[in-house]
Structure formats: structure tokens, C-alpha cells
């Protein structure tokens, strides 16, 4: 069938075709169907989307994806992709082979999957996991799609951890230490997936994240590094199409984790990388053995991928740095590198950077780069590189003005303070779409704490999202005071 291809906005990602309803019967197309557009001696897939109402008989509406579609086309059915079989099989918890792991990765970058369809995908991973050689095989192929920086520095550091614990934002004091020591670290990283902040997100407080390849080339050639957004640049472009997907969920299965990591990293051209695994109560992995299987598969996956990675098993039951949200963590990185902070933040930002120069054998110490201001100047190279203000400070970056302080009802000890559910407070409250919302913790476990006393604030750009949050905090205990006698039989 002939058609008049239009653009059209309505506010997806995905390649829908809108299809008349009279157009859509000739053609035998119901909603969620494929078809095949040919214009101009190329051929793409659509998704059929049926409309009385957008188009009219005789045209076809392409949203965003397909804007480049223009005039006369022809529109056929397809057939179902391969991929959805092979989905099928892993919602059947049937391992698969490599071969239909690279259909899955090729049909999802070719955006042949509709939503429900990567939905299930997802769904089949989160329930069934993967086994390591399934996770070897997806890393090699959604590594393998997208583009791929190369570095002329033999030795190329990077660091990533796992996520899931409030305010861990050490990447940013990481890159200056490990840059300002002299080695290359181009830092890309996810926006938020569980969280609600990633790297990308807290930097974005900072400077521009979204960058051309050429453009983090000079950046890493001016700097040493930078700290950017990976989805940006079409580096492992099939994970950002899954973390899509898992983010209203808030799920991240340990094997498509392992997979989007070492995808990035491998396509950023990184060969030396640290992964921080925190775990305790409350973190993405709870139990110390569930963190050194973890660490082994991300050593296994590495050598088959001829990277060379080691794995820093961390403390996740208590939050590190006092902000949650994108400016509040931003705002305690720049502290840190001040000289000031929180000490739970700089310290394991040292050693994390201690563990990353030795594992590139490097001969520095990452607190006297601290200490001395060079990692901080190394910093506001980087922001002005990527046209930001380098002569911010901390006390420049003011949270939303929508506030809520939450005080302690006795008088007791703090025993414990829930990752979780701050995350939770801290994304109800706006974080991280809303940049300047979040929460601030005023005690962390181990504090004593008078009746009164304030115990956590929650900011919010708008008085509706406060609102939201607050409903959410009368519900929630992410700060746990009990009396002194309760605490001691607690501890035992």
C-alpha cells in the first residue's frame, strides 16, 4: 500500500506508525503489528499505532524515530521478529544460546520490539536470571552494537558501582583524584535507573552531559577524563533501551546489570575498572556471599570480554554523604573536594580511588591529591570543559525551597537508616526529574538523638510533590530511633 508519510509528536521513543482506520482494515494491520516502510531505496520497521483522529485516509503519521521518513512510501505487513520467540523461551526460564541473545540485542537497537514486547524481555530476566554464559554472550553482543571510543593511553581506568545506596556519589571525587594522578578515565554514566540520582544526573547540576564522540575526545585530550552521559553517545545503545523499560519497574536482575556495566565500559574503550559492590540490608545485594558471587562473575565476564576488573566489596547498609536527589549529592561532591563534606563520602571516595591506582599501577597518593586542592582544581577543568561554571561552590547550589523536617519523637539513639526508603522519600519528592528535590539526613546510624531533634528534610521543587512525600514519610521510619536499652538488645 502507498501512503503519504507525516511527522508527527506524541511524545514517544518509539518507532509507532499511526495508521487510519480505513487504511489499517486494506492493510490487515492491527495495533501493535509490524510493518515494513520503503522510501527512497531504504527499508524500516514500524510499529502500527490505529487513529481515526491524527491522520487522515491516505497518510501515515511517523513519530520521532521515523521523522526522517518523508513523502511516498510503501507500507507492507512484517512478520514477528525472531527475538519475540527467544523471549518467550526465557519467560519459560529456557537458557539461551548466543546466537538468539544477538537477535534480542539487534531487534531492540533496530526498535523491532514494541513496548510490551521489552517489557517481557525484562520481566523474564528479572524472574528467571541469567546463567554466566548467557551473561558472557549479551555483553559481547549489546557491547558489539553502537559506536566505540579508542584511547592512545595503554591504560584506561574506570569505576562503576552497582547503585542502590542513598547519596553514594563518589564517582565525580573519584575522576578528579584518578585524572589529576595523571591517568585517562573518560566516565560515562547511566542517568538514574533504582536511584534517585545517578552520576549523570548529579553532573548535570554541574556542566552539559550529552556530548558528540569527537567531543569527549578533546574533552579527555584537554583533562585527562570527563563525566558524561553514555546514552548520548550511542555507546552500548541497547542498554539505555532496556534501563528505559526497567525504570518504572525499578528493577535491575543481576545479569542484565553485569551486561549494561561492562557493555559501557567495553564500548567506552576502558580497560581497567573497579566495580564498587556495596551490600548489606537494604542494598541491592544484602548478604556478603551474594556480593563475592556477584564480584566473580563481573571478574569472569571481564576476562571473557579481555578486561581487567576488580571488584571492591563495600559496606551498603548505611547511606553515604548527608544529600539524596541530583543537587544534593552534587552539592556534597563539591564539598568534599572543598575540603569540607561528609566524611563518609570522602572517605570511601579515597579509598575506591587508592584501589583504582594501584589496579592501574600507578605510584599516587589519592589523599594528598585531595588534601591539596589539585583534585578539586582537576574538577573545574573538567566543568568548564564541559561548559559549565568552574568557579561554582558548594553553597551556590540551593535544594528545592518546598521543605519538610521530619523530628525525632524520643529521646534514644539512631539505629539504623534505611537506603531504601529514602530513595523512596527522596524520588517521591520529584528526584531525580526534578534536579533540586530530594532528602537531607541530620542523623546517621550510631547518633544519639534528643526528642525534637531533626532527624531528615525533604525538599521539593513544588508544594504538590512535598505534599506527595510527606504523605509517603508519616508512613515510612527511614531514620530508626529507639531508646537506649531497646538499641543495646537490638545490636544483640
Not at 356 to 367: E, F, K, N, Q, W
Amino acid at each position: 500500500m502507498q501512503l503519504e508519510a507525516t511527522t508527527i509528536d506524541i511524545g514517544t521513543s518509539r518507532p509507532l506508525v499511526l495508521l487510519n482506520g480505513i487504511d489499517a482494515d486494506e492493510l490487515g494491520a492491527h495495533p501493535l503489528d509490524r510493518v515494513r516502510i520503503e522510501y527512497d531505496g531504504e527499508t524500516t520497521t514500524g510499529i502500527v499505532k490505529r487513529t481515526d483522529e491524527l491522520v487522515a485516509p491516505g497518510t501515515v503519521g511517523m513519530t520521532e524515530p521515523l521523522h526522517h521518513v518523508r513523502g511516498a512510501i510503501d507500507v507492507t505487513l512484517a512478520g514477528t521478529p525472531g527475538s519475540v520467540r527467544y523471549v518467550r523461551k526465557k519467560l519459560d526460564d529456557v537458557e539461551l544460546e548466543a546466537r538468539e541473545l544477538e537477535t534480542i540485542v539487534r531487534d531492540i537497537h533496530e526498535n523491532r520490539l514494541s513496548d510490551v514486547e521489552l517489557s517481557a524481555y525484562v520481566s523474564a530476566v528479572y524472574t528467571n536470571g541469567f546463567s554466566l554464559e548467557e551473561t558472557k554472550h549479551l555483553t559481547q553482543a549489546m557491547s558489539d552494537v553502537g559506536q566505540r571510543l579508542t584511547w592512545d593511553a595503554p591504560i584506561v581506568a574506570d569505576k562503576h558501582s552497582i547503585g542502590g545506596i542513598a547519596g553514594n556519589c563518589v564517582t565525580p571525587i573519584m575522576v578528579a583524584i584518578v585524572t589529576e594522578a595523571g591517568l585517562t578515565m573518560p566516565k560515562t554514566s547511566s542517568r538514574a535507573v533504582t536511584s534517585p540520582a545517578g552520576t549523570a544526573d548529579v553532573m548535570e547540576v554541574f556542566c552539559d552531559v550529552e556530548f558528540t564522540m569527537n567531543e569527549i575526545e578533546s574533552i579527555v585530550a584537554e583533562t585527562n577524563g570527563c563525566l558524561v552521559w553514555g546514552g548520548g553517545v550511542d555507546l552500548s545503545p541497547v542498554d539505555d533501551e532496556i534501563i528505559r523499560a526497567e525504570n518504572p519497574l525499578s528493577i535491575d536482575p543481576q545479569g542484565q546489570l553485569i551486561a549494561s556495566v561492562l557493555s559501557k565500559k567495553r564500548s567506552a574503550g576502558s580497560n581497567h575498572v573497579v566495580i564498587d559492590i556495596p551490600y548489606g540490608e537494604g542494598a541491592k545485594v544484602e548478604s556478603l556471599v551474594a556480593a563475592r558471587k556477584l564480584a566473580d562473575d563481573f571478574k569472569r565476564v571481564g576476562d571473557h570480554l579481555e578486561m581487567d576488573i576488580s571488584c571492591a566489596i563495600t559496606h551498603g547498609t548505611d547511606p553515604i554523604g548527608r544529600g539524596v536527589g541530583p543537587l544534593l549529592e552534587a552539592r556534597d561532591v563539591l564539598s568534599v573536594l572543598e575540603g569540607e563534606g561528609p566524611e563518609s563520602l570522602r572517605l570511601k571516595s579515597l579509598r575506591l580511588a587508592e584501589l583504582l591506582l594501584d589496579h592501574c599501577g600507578v605510584d599516587a597518593s589519592a589523599t594528598e591529591i585531595l588534601e591539596s586542592g589539585r583534585a578539586l582544581e582537576r574538577f573545574r577543568r573538567i566543568i568548564e570543559a564541559q561548559n559549565g561554571d568552574p568557579e561554582i561552590e558548594s553553597d551556590d547550589l540551593t535544594p528545592g525551597e518546598e521543605t519538610r523536617t521530619v523530628r525525632a519523637e524520643r529521646t534514644g539513639i539512631a539505629t539504623r537508616v534505611d537506603n531504601r526508603q529514602l530513595c523512596d522519600l527522596a524520588r517521591r519528592a520529584g528526584a531525580p526529574l526534578d534536579a533540586c528535590a530530594g532528602v537531607v539526613m541530620h542523623r546517621t546510624a550510631g547518633d544519639e538523638v534528643d526528642a525534637g531533634d531533626r532527624l531528615y528534610t525533604i525538599h521539593a521543587e513544588t508544594s504538590a510533590k512535598l505534599d506527595e512525600a510527606s504523605a509517603l514519610a508519616d508512613r515510612l521510619e527511614p531514620i530508626r530511633v529507639r531508646s537506649k536499652a531497646d538499641a543495646l538488645v537490638e545490636r544483640r
